[in-house]
């Protein structure tokens, strides 16, 4: 991929998704097999048109040969997005076979091309859980890798005028150790990585698919019947809601920087309740309206510290120490030194509360609830000591019907 994007005043090179190298592995694959065209004849590089409209060349090696099958390998490039899946071998094989053996396999059947089955080897997860795009032992390849694979194998088909079947199966040997390192585990996909992408294309260090994990994760526990959403920034939000809060984590959704984009899924979704968990060096951002609470979008933590100590009855002086300070943690030591801690950080939810009432309406009860590592907890906005309690009640009411239900 030699296509560039500017971003944070550097030139990033873009990058192909999962379902492009798999696309262009198995249209390798057909074609040596239905045209006897093989990459040691010269065509190691395959042209995939991307759903986004980009065209690449891909390139290919030939892994296996025979009378009845043929294997492709192609290594992902993600370009220069930091994706735990690049330099992974992504192989595709096309194999003739007997439609009847087809019925009992939980594999995927093409709409356009009538004599395409497509499933996932190696590396490839598996869906066990309900409320994802594909059925319940299932392979985790999403709905457009699917169709991107299924047209890549199908136009050869058409060139050959071949309409017998076939089964494609894509496999990333890697992805078993891979998917230690991705949200799969969470989603109930077992047993390796996802094959994955929109537009084909890796836009680097995309904010989009972090809020799809997001989406996927909210979906998935709308679709089990949840109501009472916790959501935390991360592993720290996550260890304090556990530990001290006495929450269960199988209700919870990690936001990372992107609250306001949380909000607004847990809103389309249904969510009645919505309490956010986490360090006050992130959430502090809230008070003023910060709903993405990265370094690069917004900082304004001594700001928002500094104003509502004035408000509270502290002086010029204390402001400006506070405007000096390199971290929250020193903020606060100088508010306890003042005895202006619970007046300031309760002045800081009460705007909390404000901003986040704006963002959501009335379409659920939202509650925030700050902490500090050092100093444990530290407040909360209005009613969160009534969604812990809900959070408590529908964990123990979902415990119970699993319970029952053995």
Known sequence: MEAYIIKNQKQLRFGITTGTCAAAAARAAALHLLLGQSADKGNDVIEICTPGGMVVNVPV???????????????????????VTDGAEIFAAVERIDASCMRERPVFHSEHFNNLYLDGGKGIGR?????LEQSIGQAAINTVPREMIFQAVGEVCLLAEYSSPLLITISIPAGVELAERTFNPRLGIEGGISVLGTSGIIEPMSEKAIVDTIELEIKQLAKQGVKHLLVTPGNYGQAYASQYLGLNMEQSVKCSNYIGETIDLAVSYGMEHFLLVGNIGKL??????????????????????????????????????LMNCVNTDEMLKYLVEWNLKEAVVGSICNKIEEHMKYRIGDKMQSAVVLFSEKLGFLGGTGNFHQLVNELKKEMLSKKARGKCKK
């Open 61 to 83: 090696s030939e892994v296996s040969v025979s009378g009845k099958s043929c294997q492709y390998m192609v290594v992902k490039d993600s370009g220069d997005d930091p994706d």
């Open 127 to 131: 869906v066990m859980k309900a409320g």
């Open 284 to 321: 502090v951002k809230l008070a003023a309206g910060i709903m993405n609470t990265h370094s690069r979008v917004a900082d304004g933590r001594c700001e928002i510290f500094a104003v509502h100590t004035i408000l509270c009855g502290g002086t010029g002086e204390m402001a400006q120490t």
